[in-house]
């Protein structure tokens, strides 16, 4: 089946501690991006990938980092997580960017403290 | 830089009731248009999409026509269900400033609720 998975789904962590958001997915997909989600405002990007090795900055990138060592996994990494930090995250792929559908995994839940 | 506005919800129907939720975008170029569905508790899922103007995307009984001359690209249904209850994404996927990434930019979501 094809699919975007996260790991974890849902996370309370306290302010300052490193923690890493996995997602991978199993459709040889070049292009994969995180958002986050936070009520009123939408889903805003934080980072992107075009392919492997290759990765910028989207909307909101600050706090974040992530690496894309193979195609298949881009994780999400915040070294000193803050209480502004806490949203829902998602990642995403698809095929190529531009006007393809992107696939969504299910949503990573983060409570910074 | 891109934008997307989509009508400010929550929205409230009877089943079988016709539904719009209106959605108009500000872009360079010629950007594709999607509409992306969550369902409570889940990730986005693409509802349909257009890739030029004229385009019409359907599916599920949901439609929506790229106008690029209103620049919008509003979302109907005729006979909506209480199965259709979610929050509904407007969304375009086109270069940014920098002409390098084809990000998606959404609108801020419609809350649809349908009641039996």
């Known amino acids: 089946e094809a699919q975007v998975t996260q790991n974890p789904r849902y996370l309370i962590t306290v302010t300052g501690k490193k923690l890493t958001v996995t997602c991978s997915q199993n459709?040889?997909?070049?292009?994969m991006s995180w958002y986050r989600q936070d009520p009123g405002l939408g889903l805003r990007q934080i980072y992107y990938s075009m392919n492997v090795e290759v990765t910028d900055k989207g909307d909101v990138p600050e706090g974040y980092k992530v690496s894309r060592k193979e195609k298949r996994n881009f994780p999400l990494i915040l070294e000193s997580p803050s209480p502004n930090q806490t949203s829902l995250y998602f990642c995403?792929?698809?095929?190529?960017?531009?006007?393809?559908?992107?696939?969504f995994g299910p949503g990573t839940r983060l409570t910074v403290t | 830089g891109n934008s997307v506005t989509q009508m400010e919800g929550p929205v409230t129907l009877s089943e079988e009731a016709f539904l719009t939720i209106n959605c108009t975008y500000t872009a360079t170029g010629y950007p594709s248009l999607f509409w992306y569905v969550q369902y409570p508790g889940e990730g986005l899922q693409l509802l349909l999409k257009a890739t030029k103007a004229d385009d019409k995307g359907s599916n599920k009984g949901f439609e929506a026509t790229y106008r690029k001359e209103t620049t919008s690209f509003h979302l109907e249904k005729g006979s909506v269900q209480v199965s259709d209850s979610a929050v509904y994404f407007c969304?375009?996927?086109?270069?940014?400033?920098?002409?390098?990434?084809?990000?998606?930019?959404f609108g801020k979501g419609t809350l649809l609720t349908v009641n039996p």
């Open positions: 459709m040889n997909h070049e292009y």
């Open positions: 995403a792929s698809s095929l190529r960017p531009g006007g393809a559908e992107q696939y």
């Open positions: 969304a375009l996927s086109g270069p940014d400033s920098g002409g390098s990434n084809y990000k998606l930019t």
